[in-house]
């Protein structure tokens, strides 16, 4: 079965640097959702979005974006980048928000500020 | 304080033994509540959700006291492949705020032969 496909796995950047994580979350799932989770930390939520509008906002600093395009496909997108930004970046789709509590995770993006 | 706390562990057992993870949420508005397992380098995967009247699936029973605001998750007859970190998750519920979800910090499990 189709699983949450995040792109890319592992990225490497310098500070001030930006960075762009994409997200495709399961065939008909309309909810995606973003974590940080820092090296020996619990997820973190970032945000999420259904049906293309923003429904959640957690601890994603300013410097980030995100928004979920017309296929459901989400980006995140990254300025600045501090060197605290290193961390592995899930996403999680749903059907409908929320998903009863059942969240599918991608396999994460590992990001590296040098 | 973190919302979510967890026995820190990490927990070192034999194959066969009975396990028990506890965890206690400060959020009295917490609605929903769930064990997620993640193994190392891994994303997040459900392992199941916790019902106010407690519930078993297999070797794995979850019990929630709302009135102490606590979850514990008990792992009977463990196997090699229950070493795992297990996450205790609450949600609270309203309209689309119901897909964030709080993690706790995660309770390393070891099972040695």
């Known amino acids: 079965a189709a699983g949450v496909i995040q792109s890319p796995r592992h990225l490497i950047k310098e500070k001030r640097e930006t960075a762009t994580l994409k997200c495709y979350p399961i065939?008909?799932?309309?909810?995606v959702y973003w974590y940080q989770q820092g090296p020996g930390q619990d997820p973190q939520f970032l945000i999420s979005?259904?049906?293309?509008?923003?429904?959640d906002k957690g601890s994603i600093p300013d410097r980030f974006s995100a928004q979920q395009f017309s296929d459901y496909h989400s980006e995140l997108n990254m300025s600045s980048l501090e060197l605290g930004d290193s961390a592995l970046y899930f996403c999680?789709?749903?059907?409908?928000?929320?998903?009863?509590?059942?969240?599918?995770f991608g396999e994460g993006s590992r990001l590296t500020v040098l | 304080r973190k919302e979510v706390e967890q026995d820190p562990g990490p927990f070192n057992v034999p194959e066969g033994a009975t396990v028990a993870f506890n965890c206690t949420y400060s959020?009295?508005?917490?609605?929903?509540f769930f064990w997620y397992r993640q193994d190392c380098r891994k994303e997040p995967k459900l392992l199941m959700s916790v019902y106010s009247s407690g519930n078993e699936d297999g070797r794995f029973t979850a019990q929630l006291n709302r009135a102490s605001q606590y979850i514990s998750l008990l792992i009977r007859d463990s196997k090699l492949s229950d070493s795992a970190t297990y996450l205790c998750v609450v949600s609270n519920a309203g309209g689309t705020s119901y897909g964030k979800l709080t993690f706790g910090q995660g309770t390393i499990l070891t099972v040695h032969p």
């Open positions: 065939p008909r799932h309309d909810t």
């Open positions: 999680a789709s749903s059907l409908g928000p929320g998903g009863h509590g059942e969240l599918f």
């Open positions: 959020n009295s508005a917490s609605q929903s």
């Open positions: 979005f259904y049906e293309k509008m923003q429904s």
